[in-house]
């Protein structure tokens, strides 16, 4: 079968922290730094939406994808496709 949607390995820098209460504030260094790999479903000049499975239409079912997340492109570190 041949696959229709890219596969790439996609590092980036995660927003994190929501504190429950009141903090001190004082500067924070750590950065969150993720690792996806998926199927590129879309992808625009500022985001790139990344799914951990696709199924394809059928005579019973359109085309679907799960696990959908997108990554806002200023967040990219590094991006490889992978060779299917």
């Known amino acids: 079968m041949k696959i229709k949607y890219r ?3 996609i590092e980036w820098i995660d927003s994190f922290g929501c504190s429950s ?3 001190e504030i004082k ?3 750590t950065v969150l730094i993720c690792v996806s790999v998926g199927f590129v479903v879309s992808e625009n000049d ?15 079912t ?8 997108t ?8 991006r490889k496709e992978l060779k299917q």
Request: hydrophobic content about 40%.
């Open 7 to 9: 596969i790439e390995y």
């Open 21 to 23: 209460g009141w903090s």
């Open 27 to 29: 500067p924070i260094e």
């Open 46 to 60: 500022k985001t790139i939406s990344l799914a951990n499975s696709v199924a394809y239409e059928t005579e019973d």
């Open 62 to 69: 359109k085309e679907q994808a799960n696990g959908i997340m």
């Open 71 to 78: 990554i806002p492109k200023v967040s990219i570190i590094s």
